[in-house]
């Protein structure tokens, strides 16, 4: 039965509430990049799947982002002669999270991570290849896994076909407003609402939260970080705090609230990402002034309200033309070089000129880089600058603010993807990933480690649906 819906829904209802229309054994809520894996695992573990996704299409934050999973031990790696295990995986993201986050999990993401890359591969068509141009912030080894332009939306065009191959239905402009669940914390059902605003209420086994989290909420990213609230958001609109509010609703566990992916390098005006292999490689960050003003290798992540504190928000991204060969391996930076984002000139004063940068100020900064590239003065950052080439003519820049992509923090699950409550006993039939849960990037900004999100949305979401399949029987 349809009827209209008028008022705000609340969270949670008694099953006696709902007026249940059909009933599907592994109900999914979100259509991104954790939503679709988790259907295609529920699905190929014997369960009949519905994903319900908000917007028109199912793209969801994957589609915004690079596409790029770590993973450790994969083929790739040993094809490369890359020596990597989960053990040593876990140990970077412990390091880079300040040992603030679940170590348990951490090593089991990790231990799992292989086996997700692998099964996209082979069993669902995914072309994903290794990364090994670069080393990414915070990993010890090369363990990035993309698609050949790496780019999210080409993720989620490769996960869209293989549902499609599958014959998963997909039912989108379905606004999950309100879940169905007894006395036990056992999820009955959901009500969904359409464009017109009626609601339709559908019973299941199982339920899968793979909505993301609440970087698109105003008042939760006030409320829980506020410290990036002035930088743009460059995320999913939908990223209302859905998962959060239901988790709520229900007393699940919630943990690492105040953790975000930032990013300090989105091209100002232009809404690129200008990624973060140029930094890593040898290019820097200056202000209006021509001044570094942090050690921009640390993350792209905490990088982002540094960002946002200098005058006018902005910074520059300073390089030179043989990182600007290396970056356009990136259909990002492809669209910066057709946006005309990118200034070049023969000397770092012509190319001050042109940014609107101090001169004087950015020439300092140069040989004062350069000087430490040679090994002849140490950086006050702590930036260790040897072992890259010294930046030379042509010279490149790029003017960057700070943005808010995703945020890091949810639901409580453990090792199989199941929602906890906060004494540690798990819901019956329960699940999330992705930015419905809490991840593995510790209280902060500065844990998040390159991959982190897509990591616990593929993984997390392969997991979520073999359960929730296993569940459902």
């Given amino acids: 039965m349809i009827t209209s819906e008028v008022e705000v829904a609340p969270a949670l209802l008694p099953p006696t509430a709902a007026n249940f229309s059909a009933h599907v054994s592994v109900l999914v809520v979100g259509g991104g990049g954790c939503g679709l894996t988790a259907a295609l695992a529920a699905h190929q573990g014997g369960a009949e799947v519905l994903v319900l996704e908000r917007d028109a299409s199912a793209l969801g934050t994957t589609a915004m982002s690079t596409g790029l999973i770590p993973a450790a031990g994969t083929r790739a790696q040993a094809a490369k002669g890359i020596v990597d295990t989960p053990e040593i995986f876990a140990a970077d993201i412990l390091k880079k999270t300040r040992g603030e986050t679940d170590p348990a999990i951490a090593l ?21 290849t290794l990364v090994d141009s670069f080393l990414y912030p915070g990993h010890s080894v090369k363990r990035m896994h993309g698609t050949p332009n790496r780019t999210g939306a080409e993720l989620m065009g490769a996960l869209s076909a293989a549902c499609d191959r599958r014959g998963i239905d997909i039912l989108t402009e379905a606004l999950v407003t309100t879940l169905f669940a007894d006395h036990s914390g056992r999820v009955c059902g959901v009500r969904v609402e359409r464009p017109d605003g009626t609601h339709e209420d559908l019973s299941c086994d199982a339920l899968i939260l793979a909505c993301c989290g609440f970087a698109g909420n105003d008042a939760m990213v006030r409320e829980f970080i506020p410290e990036i609230e002035g930088a ?12 959060i509010r239901f988790g709520r609703a229900l007393g699940a566990a919630i943990a690492d609230i105040h953790s975000y992916q930032g990013h300090g390098g989105l091209a100002a005006g232009r809404g690129i990402p200008i990624l973060w292999p140029l930094i890593m490689e040898g290019g820097v960050q200056v202000n209006v002034h021509g001044e570094r003003f942090s050690n921009e290798a640390r993350g792209y992540s905490e990088q982002a309200v540094d960002v946002v504190a200098q005058p006018g928000h902005v910074a520059w991204d300073i390089y030179d033309a043989r990182l600007h060969t290396l970056m356009t391996e990136f259909d990002d930076y492809r669209d910066a070089i057709e946006g005309r984002a990118l200034l070049t000139a023969d000397s770092i004063a012509e190319l001050a000129r042109s940014a609107g940068i101090d001169v004087a100020g950015l020439e300092r900064t140069m040989s004062t880089v350069a000087a430490c590239v040679r090994g002849e003065r140490s950086d006050p950052f702590g930036r260790d600058f040897t072992g890259k080439p010294e930046l030379r003519s042509p010279y490149y820049a790029v003017k960057v603010t700070g943005a808010l992509f995703h945020t890091q923090g949810g639901l409580v699950v453990d090792g199989r993807a199941r929602v906890l409550r906060p004494d540690g006993t798990p819901f019956p039939n329960l699940f999330a990933g992705g930015g419905a849960a809490r991840g593995i990037s510790g209280p902060s900004s500065w844990g998040y480690m390159a991959g982190n999100g897509l990591l616990t949305a593929t993984t997390f979401g392969r997991l979520a649906g073999e359960t929730a399949a296993t569940a459902a029987r």
Avoid: M, Q, Y
Avoid at 108 to 128: F, K, N, Y
Avoid at 232 to 243: E, I, L, R, S, V
């Fill in 108 to 128: 089991e993401l990790a231990r799992a991570s292989a086996r997700t890359i692998e099964w996209l591969i082979d069993d669902h068509h995914v072309p994903l």
């Fill in 232 to 243: 743009t958001f460059f995320g999913h609109p939908g990223n209302k705090g859905d998962a």
